[in-house]
């Protein structure tokens, strides 16, 4: 099957969301242009002037028209989570939530449409992609009993307990106001200078300058609702409950090279590779997982207080159990329709879902909806058709900024005896929902529970579930973010904090910054938790991953026609990388060039092989693009005489992970594409350091 073109854009499609505004909701309707109000136009590129030369025209309301309208194209973009990719897809529920909860969407066989937005924190609408940050991963459930928003990150820990605080974390780890400069990171004074004042933030850091802070791509990232939230079950019996969702590719990163190059060379590196693999027909999967702890009254669960967001329940305490699929497998139609005017909401919540006391989730409950009705012009975005319910919706709610709506009747008011005292209310047992009668109580305070002190010992537990591989990766990120800040102060007070969580981390730091470690009194008694670390036990699916092939016309495109079965029946995307575009061809074959050296970094494939028949090919780019795959303990391979491309590149054939074969068959591609789902050669990583 030849190869699907890969495109800037996805062609137009007809959203079936539209439907649901009450009118057409179409875009364009009709093959004629036309003003906003329908009038049909002979020309919108000469405006009207008295005469060729002379000024232009008041009465010109064609240009008036398109050029206030196009004054006022730009919305105000959220203050974070700014930057974001969207994409369209299906929920299916395996059925096996009842006993937690009524939630409709979790029974058996229900498939839910969703919208899902991912999204780093504190970059600008057009910052770069794979900077270090926390990336969002908000999902809209569109379910048969309203919208449910689960609004979640891809670290399951937040740097502040009580949300009264959010608007500090976000000014430090925002560009210093005076030049507005770091964008979109946290390598800068404020920041840390936040955090070591605040040391409840230690555990969320050490993922943040874990390899989680640089995803390799939407598809190979974990997804955390982060708070614990209270199911309800059909009988009314509640449990305790924190979200997380498993991509089924796997969790993966890029390394900080590779993040550094992309942010410069292709910004928009997570957002493309999500639309190039949905266009190839790679969905992007993950499963739903539940930890379901007993309701109590204390809301704590083996010694770990529930209701602080800085910590987890490890996986070994309480088991993530599956309870259904979503796949991605829609591109919008329109970003600006769809992904910038979706507005989530930790409050759009569906019966059999509650919330906690958390603080942290306390706060979100009034900011976003406060939030959007500045963002989106008024409190009439539910009607957008990104955000419309699936269901009937009778709400009373009337008038506004921007109604799109023509309500009927006089009595928008219960109970009413004049609009036959409809809509009606509804009973628990009918759908409605019904809050549990949970008892509140205490005297008004601003203070924290005694159990939310601990902010060292969950960090000290993220360490050491470390590998050797992922601990030296945290290690220079803290040196490289630290080297980034001025006052020695602020590198001094982080290391105090670093030396709670652990004396080689800290020491190994101090080193890097040239300064004195201090001591400190890391928890011993941490158990560490294998499902912390994300280097995988055994080769993961492959599809979606970008699998290059260097390639001259005179080379074998067999071979290549071959490689192509097999990883495409896999759902990966194989490229041809040659040194000029169009095709490469031999007698009667073609095969067609995705990348010629020019426009190809090493940072889009998983993996490069060079094709058997381009012996005595040598290009700096290609040299360069084959050195970063090595450095960056990437899979490399040749058949043939490719061979040759590799050793005059200067890459060590005898390295690990290097894939050699005299011809594309069975053997060589197995080893390929196991190498691919196993993400990076770690065995490389010494001998690359050592260079
Ligand atoms: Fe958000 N957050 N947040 N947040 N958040 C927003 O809402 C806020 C927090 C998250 O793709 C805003 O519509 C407060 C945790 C995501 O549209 C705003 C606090 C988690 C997105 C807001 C938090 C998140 C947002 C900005 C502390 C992970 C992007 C625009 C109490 C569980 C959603 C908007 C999208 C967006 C407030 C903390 C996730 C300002 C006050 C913890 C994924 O309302």
């Keep these: 099957m030849p190869p699907k073109r890969q495109r800037e854009q996805s062609a137009p499609a007809k959203d079936e969301s539209n439907a649901r505004t009450g009118r057409s909701g179409e875009g364009q309707r009709g093959n004629h242009l036309t003003t906003a109000q329908g009038v049909r136009l002979p020309d919108t590129d000469h405006s009207l002037k008295a005469g060729p030369r002379g000024p232009s025209l008041m009465e010109d309301f064609h240009l008036r028209e398109k050029i206030t309208h196009f004054d006022h194209e730009r919305i105000p973009e959220r203050v974070v989570h700014a930057r974001g990719a969207a994409a369209h897809g299906t929920f299916r529920a395996y059925g096996n939530a009842a006993s937690v909860t009524k939630a409709g969407f979790l029974e058996k066989g229900r498939e839910t449409p969703v919208f899902v937005r991912f999204s780093t924190v504190l970059g600008s609408r057009g910052s770069a992609d794979t900077v270090r940050d926390v990336r969002g991963f908000a999902v809209k459930f569109y379910t048969a009993e309203g919208n449910f928003d689960l609004v979640g990150n891809n670290m399951p820990v937040f740097f502040i307990q009580d949300g009264i605080k959010f608007p500090d974390v976000i000014h430090a780890g925002k560009p210093h106001p ?220 009337r008038d506004g900024m921007h109604q799109t709506l023509i309500h009927h009747g006089q009595a928008p008011y219960l109970p009413n005896s004049v609009d036959d005292a409809l809509p009606t209310a509804t009973t628990e047992a009918e759908g409605a929902y019904v809050h549990r009668p949970i008892e509140v109580g205490g005297p008004k305070v601003r203070a924290n529970p005694v159990s939310f002190d601990d902010h060292f010992s969950q960090a000290t537990l993220f360490w050491k579930s470390m590998s050797r591989i992922e601990k030296i990766h945290l290690i220079e990120a803290f040196t490289f973010e630290l080297g980034k800040c001025f006052a020695q102060s602020i590198q001094e007070r982080v290391l105090e904090s670093l030396a709670q969580v652990d004396a080689e981390l800290c020491a190994a730091v101090a080193e890097g910054l040239g300064l004195a470690a201090p001591l400190g009194t890391p928890a011993e008694d941490v158990t560490p938790s294998s499902a912390l670390s994300q280097i995988p036990a055994g080769p993961g699916p492959i599809a979606g991953r970008i699998i290059g092939v260097v390639a001259t016309s005179g080379a074998d495109l067999g071979g290549i026609g071959k490689l192509r079965r097999t990883v495409e029946a896999q759902g990966a995307i194989l490229r041809v990388l040659a040194p000029v575009g169009g095709t490469v061809k031999r007698g009667r074959g073609q095969q067609p060039v995705a990348r010629t050296f020019l426009t190809a970094r090493s940072i889009e494939f998983d993996a490069v092989v060079v094709a058997g028949g381009t012996a005595g090919l040598h290009d700096i780019k290609l040299t360069i693009l084959l050195q970063e795959m090595f450095r960056h303990c990437k899979v490399i391979g040749a058949w043939g005489d490719g061979r040759q491309v590799l050793t005059d590149a200067g890459i060590d054939v005898d390295a690990p992970g290097i894939v050699l074969a005299d011809e594309v068959a069975k053997p060589f591609s197995a080893e390929l594409v196991s190498s691919v789902g196993l993400h990076r050669v770690w065995e490389r990583a010494e001998r690359v350091m050592n260079d």
Aim: glycine content about 6%; overall charge negative; aromatic content about 8%.
């Design 178 to 397: 005076d030049r507005e400069i770091p964008q979109a990171q946290t390598a800068h004074d404020t920041f840390w200078d936040f955090v070591s004042l605040h040391t409840e933030a230690t555990h969320h850091v050490m993922w943040a300058m874990s390899d989680r802070g640089i995803p390799r791509s939407y598809r190979t990232m974990e997804g955390f609702g982060v708070h614990t939230f209270r199911l309800v079950n059909a009988e009314g019996a509640t449990s305790l409950v924190k979200f997380h969702w498993k991509p089924v590719a796997g969790v993966h990163s890029l390394v900080w090279e590779e993040a550094q190059i992309a942010a410069g060379a292709d910004p928009d590196f997570h957002r493309r590779d999500m639309a190039d693999g949905i266009d190839a027909g790679a969905p992007l999967e993950y499963e739903l997982g539940l930890q379901v702890m007993p309701d109590s009254d204390d809301e704590m669960f083996e010694g770990i207080d529930l209701l602080d967001p800085t910590k987890i329940v490890p996986e070994e305490l309480a088991e993530v159990q599956l309870v259904g699929k979503l796949t991605l497998d829609r591109n919008p139609t329109n970003y600006f329709a769809e992904t910038e005017q979706v507005a989530f909401h930790t409050g759009n919540l569906v019966p059999g879902i509650e919330v906690t006391d958390d603080p942290l989730m306390q706060a979100r409950l009034f900011s976003y909806l406060d939030t959007q009705l500045t963002r989106l012009g008024g409190p009439n975005f539910t009607q957008l058709p990104i955000n419309c319910p699936h269901v009937a919706v009778n709400d009373n709610l």
